[in-house]
């Protein structure tokens, strides 16, 4: 009888969803950021109602926040693509360099976003999401 114990590798793909995961939350601490602490009085965060707070936001805050958004929007296919390009069976050493590659892309993404460069910002969006559907097709055989 076999009893080895089969443990799962977290592949560097996987670290990189998680990194991924937590981008949307940078940008949430980032729109925020310097207003901890101060009165609502002040224009001070307000925890009672993040939203409405966040929507009264402009200039880099506001923007901080959309690309908040567009991280969320984009955290699903780029799981999913991960997950699919596994399952496939997909080299392993490819899938880690292009997740990685992703994952540097949505950074540079947000700080575009940030900085108000709308241009250079759609095009490193459209490459990231090339790279996702490269992932996704990794494993297609």
């Known amino acids: 009888m076999n009893t080895t114990l089969h443990v799962a590798r977290f592949t560097v793909a996987y670290w990189c969803v998680l990194i991924a995961a937590l981008l949307p939350?940078?940008?949430a601490w980032?729109?925020?950021?310097g207003s901890f602490g101060?009165?609502?009085r002040e224009g001070g965060y307000d925890n009672r109602d993040p939203r409405a707070w966040l929507a009264r936001q402009?200039?880099?805050r506001?923007?901080?926040?959309?690309a908040q958004a567009n991280s969320f929007e984009a955290l699903s296919f780029f799981i999913g693509a991960v997950i699919i390009a596994h399952l496939l069976g997909a080299g392993q050493t490819l899938l880690d360099m292009l997740a990685l590659?992703?994952?540097m892309l949505r950074v540079f993404y947000i700080l575009m976003y940030v900085s108000d460069m709308?241009?250079?910002r759609s095009a490193v969006w459209a490459a990231a999401f090339l790279v996702n559907i490269a992932i996704l097709f990794l494993g297609y055989r």
């Not at 506001?62 to 959309?66: I, W």
Request: hydrophobic share 55%.
């Open 62 to 66: 506001a923007r901080a926040n959309a």
């Open 101 to 103: 590659l992703y994952v």
């Open 58 to 60: 402009a200039d880099w």
């Open 38 to 40: 101060k009165s609502l």
């Open 118 to 120: 709308p241009t250079v």
């Open 30 to 33: 980032l729109a925020k950021s």
């Open 25 to 27: 939350i940078a940008c």
